[in-house]
Structure formats: C-alpha cells, structure tokens
C-alpha cells in the first residue's frame, strides 16, 4: 500500500511538454445544460444499437435510450429529462466528418432522473454476475478512450485467471487532465469501482498505475486506499513518459511482461481498466445511475478559461468553449482528444461522446512540409511498440500493404512518436492509418467474395439437385407407364386364350374365303374379246390362281 | 565384383524410391487443378458473366487452361489484372473494353417495389440467391448478398430494376493516402 518506485521499463517513448497546469489551476465544476442535447445511438467498439425510443417521447435522466441484443454492445441513455425532438443523422466525432444516426434531446431544465425497477442496481446483493449485469445495462465502456463495452471485456476476461488488476491512471498525453481531477476529487468513489472489479475478478493483486506528474492525485488516492483497506492492492508512482498509459506499455511498466503480439492482454492474466471508468462502476452500482455524463477537460491555447467539467454526454463542443470563456484565438483548430492521438473535429457543433476526455483548441498552424525520409532512425528508437516505422513507412506508401503487415502493421497504437521526432516531418502515422484501412477494405472484399462463392455454389447445387430430382421422377414415371402398359397387355393377352372365340373368328374367316372363291366364277364382259386381251385375261387368271395357291 | 555390389545398390536406392514416388504420387493426387482455386480466389465473385464466361470459376478455369486473357473481368478492374499477373506471371494487359468498364463505386440492385408485378423473373436470373419474393408477391433485393452483377435487370418485364450505388457508412469508411511528398512519385 505505499508507492512503489521500482517499476519496469517499455521500449522507446517521448519525454512530451506536459502543458496539464492549466487546466488544473480552476476547480472541477458541473457543466450547464445546453439548449438542445445530440446523443449518438451508438458510443461504443461493437454491434450498432437500435433506439428504443420515438421523435416526440419524453425521457427521464438515465432511461434507456438505444441498445443491442449482441454480444459486445453498450446502451445509450437519457443524460438528462426532456423530449425527443428528432432521431436524426448529425455530424459526429470520426475522421471522414460524416455524420451518424443521433437523438437530439430538448431539456425541460428539470433534470428528473428516471427510477429503475428495485432490483436494477442493489448495493447489498454483491454476486459478480449481478454486477456484470448491471455494468451493461449502465452502458459502462471503456473510458480511456477506446469505448469497448466493459462488460464484453469482463466476460472474457473472466473466462482466463486474472492474477493481476492494473487500473491505469497515467493519463500520459499533454493537456488531458481529466483522470487527475477525478482522481483528485473522487478517489474514493475510484477505490470503490476497483473494490467491485476485484468482487468479478478475484485477482491476486492490484496495481494502480499513476505518473508520477500527478503528485496530488496520487496522494488523494492514497488516503482512499488506506482508508477502504482493499487487499493487495498497491499505487504505482510511474516515470512520466508518453505513451504510458497505452495498455501494453502500462502492462510492461507495472509488472515486467509483454503481451505478445497476438494475444490480449487477459491471456497473461492481467486485467486493465481506467480509472474514468472504476468511478462509472461506482455510480451504476452505488447510486443507480447510468453512464450518462463524464469529466471533459477544455484545453489549449485557443480557449481563455481552460479547465475540467462535468458534462452530460451529448453537449455540443460550443457549449463546452462557451464555459470556458470562448475561442482566444482567430482560427481555433478544435481536437477531440489529446494532441498525439486525437481526433481533429470538422466543427463546434459536433457533440461529446463517452469517449471524449479532452477538447483541445490549438491556434491553427501551418504543417511543415513533408521532406525526403533520411533513414535516420529516430522513429524506430522511440517507438514503444517496438517496430519499424521507416520500415512500415515505405511499404505503406509503395502499397506493399502485404509486406507491410509482415512488419507488424497492426501492433501500431498510432501513438504519433515516430511523426512527433521525424526530422522529416513525414505524417508518418496517417501512412498507417492508409495502410491499415486498405488491408481492411481487402479483407472485407475477401470476406464477400467468399460469400458470394459460397452462395453461388449452393445456388448451382440446387439447381443441379432440382434437375436430378425432375428427371428421377420422370424417369420413375416413365417406368410406371412402362410397366402399366405392359400390364395391360398381359392382360389382354390372358382374356383373348380364356375365351374359345379364336375357332369362331377362324370360321368367320373362311366363309369370307369361300364367298370370294364364288364370286371369281363368272367373269363379264367376255363377248367379243380380241386374241390380245383373251390372253391378257388368261394371264391375269393364272396370276390370281397362282397366288390363292400360295396364300392357302 | 565390386562393379556389380556398386550397381546393385544403385539400382536397389533408384528402384525404392520409384517405389515410394510411385505410391506419393497415387496416394497424395491433387484433385482437380489447384491454379484454379487460386485464380477464383483473386476473382471478385460478382458472377456477373461479363468475361463472356458462365460466373467466376468457369473464367477462372479458361484462365488456368490458357484459353482465355486475365483482362476481362471489369468488376475486378485492374486490381485483378495486377493480382493474376502476379499469380500467373503473364502479360499485364490493361482492361479489355469490349467486356465492360470497371466501376469504382460498388452498385446494389435495388427493386421499385411500386412497380413490381411478382414474376419472379429475376429470382431466376439472380447468381448468389440475393432476391426474395415468390410469384405474385412483391420481391426484394437482399442488399448485402447483392454483388451488382446486374443480371437482374434485362429479364424484368417492368424495368423496375435500379443500380444504385452503395452508400459508404462510417464502418467501411477508408483514410485517404497523405499527400505525396512535394512534387516527388513514390518510388
């Protein structure tokens, strides 16, 4: 239960200018609410949601708003009570600036929170399969800034042994500050949310990893953690070195493993989480209340009055830079997120997200022009992955995308080390990013090519199958027609012998005979024949006679 | 003497491995022609009938034979040209003209369902099962299985049959490659 100085070391990394004072030197306060709240259906790593709510509806703080049945999802809820005014698509935080399906919420100013059920969230009945219950249905993802649903991440988790816990509060990247307020002003309610993920987990031990940039943070939680007296659990004062707070490199500092390239990071038995997202924990299970705000930091040169809010998910960009005094310079570039990772945002009117922990104005500023790479090498001494960004760099560029996945394409956090020493300035890190999205779009385009294969094959076996059955059953047909008539035939034959009617037909026969053999007595005709024709008579006579002699 | 010790064993070792080739070559035959498999796999699977063959594998197995050009395929485009040349080694041709152009923007068939009158004509056309309906009854184009191959379109008695093209989400949204370096070419 003491800091521990002794920590681990990860390849590479940057000493970066911290610039985190000042947005700390005002007081975490509570945003207002904004005239008209916009909520993206959809906040997390996963399936989509579907909105469970109508355009006219009115909701409580904390209903439901959208969810999913699959597996790795996470519901969307009320911020605050008002009316549905539209379900409409807005522009949201991604890098195309297009725009995504969003509820856009009126408040009525009343903030009345919705009841659950008894049963929804009960502080006394503790079994980690209630809790994982209740994490997901509080909409709890990840808030370090991946947004994957901690629920799908416990559950899996849950299925290897966890020896180790590691809350990760080394909030690594320049201007964010909003893990340290909350540890500074929460730590309790942080200890608690780690109290529950033990309860799932039963780890062997816990370590809270802080840098060591956040005296006062440390020292808060500090005082929670020996007041809560949990169990092996310990802080962790880390060196401040970006990117710290990367799960693999946080993993490497706090206990001396690597993750493999391939594997997650519950395959060695350790378990990460943020601190952000132990206080939401809190909240669902203690109070009853569903994530539906967190701690936004506004930030950078660009605003007059930086600091740290609490903002109901769903507030526009503009009100936040209202709060804080407004844009101080002309041409603000607004980033969600940090400087080294973060999101540039198209426009103001864009909206906060469960994944935004920092809006940061920077005075707009030319880019150096991109220069010739020098292969000298800094990239890949700073890089904490342990790859070859000049390596991956050319293969990106050339669309050697193949050769490039060789390298390690996808071990790549995007960090932005590489570009931040490039002497270049090569925007190293978009190369990537382009040659991460091409191997996918492939991917993609294998993925229904194979299904079209397979549908088409399928197609022609039925089809073949079909006419195999038709001509089966013509041919069973056939035979039966066959076989009827055959039958028939048998038939016949067996009445004709039964009956003694066969001497009567042959008598029958003979009278015809007879009367004919009468008729040919008297020829006419015969006065005054010439020689010539008598003998032609004669002739035709012997013919006639001749064949009646054959014929009997 | 030693001659003859010399050329027994020499045919005894070339005698066994005959044997032991002879039985490889019965017990571990390839079915089929494995290029063939391979070029299918390159081919986009559109099933569309473009290449004047009668879906993917029969184009595939021309290919493998040698009877027909890697170049007539316009749903692959020259991404398939560039991916059989490096399979096959052959001339990289560019796309032949005749068969069609090479579309960038992937088309789904779409059915005015307005104007549908049920004959079920198009079910019958369709390569990968992607129509539902039955006679008499409205059908309708199952939009992630549709390849775009537009055989659905010339049976329709109505002609109400559209391609429209696909709308990009936020899901298969792509980067764009950074701006080349000032005036250089990738190299």
């Not at chain 1, 969307?76 to 600036?97: C, F, K, L, N």
């Not at chain 2, 549709?146 to 429209?164: A, F, R």
Request: hydrophobic share 35%; net charge negative; aromatic share 4%.
């Amino acid at each position: 239960m003491s800091t521990n100085p002794s920590v681990f070391r990860f390849h590479g990394g940057l000493h970066l200018d911290g610039r985190k004072t000042e947005s700390l030197t005002r007081p975490l306060q509570h945003a207002s609410l904004p005239s008209e709240l916009i909520i993206r259906v959809s906040q997390h790593i996963g399936e989509p949601n579907i909105a469970a709510v109508k355009v006219g509806d009115y909701v409580s703080r904390g209903q439901l708003l959208a969810e999913s049945s699959e597996l790795v999802s996470a519901p969307v809820h009320a911020p605050t009570s008002g009316t549905i005014s539209a379900i409409e698509e807005r522009p949201v935080a991604h890098p195309s600036g297009k725009s995504a399906l969003c509820f856009i919420l009126i408040p009525d100013g009343k903030d009345t929170r919705y009841e659950y059920d008894q049963g929804w969230c009960n502080t006394h009945d503790l079994q980690p399969s209630d809790l994982l219950r209740l994490i997901r249905a509080a909409g709890i993802v990840g808030l370090g800034g991946a947004t994957f649903p901690t629920e799908a991440k416990l559950t899996r988790a849950n299925q290897q042994k966890i020896n180790t816990l590691i809350i990760n509060g080394a909030e690594c990247e320049p201007y964010i500050t909003c893990d340290d307020i909350l540890m500074q002003t929460h730590a309790a309610e942080v200890i608690r949310g780690v109290q529950l993920l033990q309860t799932i987990l039963q780890p062997q031990q816990t370590l809270i990893g802080i840098e060591d940039n956040k005296p006062l943070a440390i020292k808060a939680m500090q005082q929670a953690l020996q007041q809560s007296a949990l169990p092996h659990t310990s802080i962790k004062s880390i060196p401040t070195l970006y990117p710290s707070g990367g799960e693999k490199q946080l993993i490497k500092l706090l206990t001396g493993h690597e993750v493999h390239s391939t594997q997650l990071s519950f395959e060695i038995g350790v378990f990460c989480q943020n601190v952000g997202t132990c206080f939401a924990i809190t909240e669902a299970v203690d109070h009853c209340q569903p994530l539906t705000s967190r701690i936004v930091t506004v930030t950078g040169p660009g605003v007059k009055n930086p600091g740290n809010w609490v903002t109901r998910l769903g507030t526009p960009v503009s009100h936040l830079i209202e709060l804080a005094g407004g844009y101080s310079v002309q041409q603000p570039k607004l980033v969600m997120g940090g400087p080294m990772m973060g999101l540039n945002l198209s426009s103001d009117q864009i909206p906060v997200v469960k994944a935004t922990n920092t809006i940061l104005v920077l005075d707009h500023l030319d880019q150096p022009t991109a220069q010739e790479c020098v292969r000298c090498g800094q990239c890949a001494e700073v890089c904490p992955a342990q790859l070859l960004p000049q390596q991956l760099y050319w293969y990106s560029k050339t669309r050697q995308f193949e050769l490039a996945e060789q390298y390690h394409l996808f071990d790549c956090i995007e960090c932005g080390c590489c570009a931040a020493v490039c002497p270049s300035h090569i925007p190293l890190v978009q190369h990537y990013r382009f040659a991460k999205s091409e191997i996918w779009e492939q991917r993609r385009k294998t993925y229904n090519a194979d299904r079209s294969r397979k549908r088409h094959e399928f197609r022609e076996a039925r089809l073949l199958k079909q006419k195999q059955q038709d001509e089966e059953k013509r041919r069973l047909k056939r035979e039966a027609l066959a076989a009827k008539a055959a039958e028939q035939q048998k038939a016949q034959a067996a009445d004709s012998s039964a009956t003694p009617t066969i001497d009567a037909v042959q008598a029958a026969l003979d009278r015809v005979k007879a009367r004919k053999k009468a008729q040919l007595v008297e020829p006419k005709n015969t006065s005054n024949l010439t020689p010539d024709q008598q003998r032609q008579i004669d002739e035709a006579n012997s013919r006639r006679k001749n064949i009646n002699q054959d014929k009997s | 003497m030693l001659v003859l010790i010399a050329v027994l064993t020499l045919s005894f070792i070339a005698g066994s491995f005959g044997l032991i080739l002879g039985y490889a070559a019965i017990r571990f035959r390839v079915e089929g022609n494995p290029i063939v498999d391979q070029v299918d796999a390159i081919l986009p699977q559109t099933q569309c009938g473009q290449c004047g063959f009668a879906g993917c594998r029969p184009y595939a197995e021309a290919i493998a034979n040698g009877e027909a050009p890697i170049n007539q395929c316009p749903p692959g485009g020259d991404a398939t040209i560039v991916a059989l040349d490096d399979l096959l080694d052959v001339e990289v041709l560019s796309l032949n003209a005749e068969h069609g152009e090479h579309n960038e923007v992937p088309l789904v068939a779409f059915i005015d369902e307005m104007n549908c009158i049920g004959c079920t004509l198009c079910i019958q056309a369709c390569p990968v099962d992607a129509i539902l309906g039955s006679a008499k009854h409205m059908h309708t184009i199952i939009a992630d299985e549709c390849t775009g191959c537009e055989l659905c379109l010339p049976p329709c008695p109505v002609d109400c049959i559209d391609m429209i093209p696909v709308k990009q989400t936020l899901a298969d949204w792509k980067w764009s490659p950074p701006e080349t370096l000032s005036g250089q070419t990738s190299s």
